[in-house]
């Protein structure tokens, strides 16, 4: 994300968005909107929480040039689940789970119809999971680590599958985070 230096990416971020231009075109879109959605956790972490905001009201708006379904599906999904980390870290908890469930919902959605967007399914449950566990809900975050763990695994039975190295990793990770939340749970 920011290797905890946000300075220096908001720097380089901002020289991003400033080399692409102001052309709102196909090629350049989904680029613009990446970079807008480090952008927004970066200056959040730098200027102000709203300030990180405005970034994603802003890589929302340019959503509708991205082309290609599935990376749009990611996108939107991604656009929502950044702000409910910037909640989180910001400490506002319960906000951060109804964004992540915002998250989780766009993604959920992109799954139900068949796009592979396994990868992003199963982040969102795991911040959603991690939000829960943060409020004290420890079975709705066991429930969310569950679930990432069965969409990271049928993620893994598709052929070819580009993320599988990050599936591995995501279902390592929400298998951790379920047992501290059976210990927190008792």
Partial sequence: MNQFRPHE????????????GDGVDADRAELRVRILISLAYSDAEERSFEDGVEHLHS??????A????R???????????QHGLML???????????MLSRAVAVSDRAYNQGLPVHFALGSNL???????????R?????????????????????????????????????RHNLGAAARRAG
């Fill in 59 to 64: 890589a929302d708006r340019h959503l509708a």
């Fill in 71 to 81: 990376t749009r599906a990611e996108l939107e999904a991604t656009i929502e689940a």
């Fill in 88 to 98: 989180m870290r910001a400490g506002r908890l319960d906000e951060s789970v109804t």
């Fill in 138 to 174: 420890p079975r709705q975050a066991e429930r969310d680590m569950r679930r990432a763990i069965e969409v990271a695994e049928a993620g893994l039975l598709r052929e070819n599958n580009p993320d599988r190295a990050r599936l591995v990793q995501l279902a390592a990770s929400a």
């Fill in 126 to 136: 795991v911040n959603r999971g991690l939000a829960h566990a943060s409020s004290g």
């Fill in 9 to 20: 990416a908001v720097v380089k971020l901002r020289r991003a968005l400033k080399l692409l």
């Fill in 66 to 69: 991205v082309p290609e379904q």
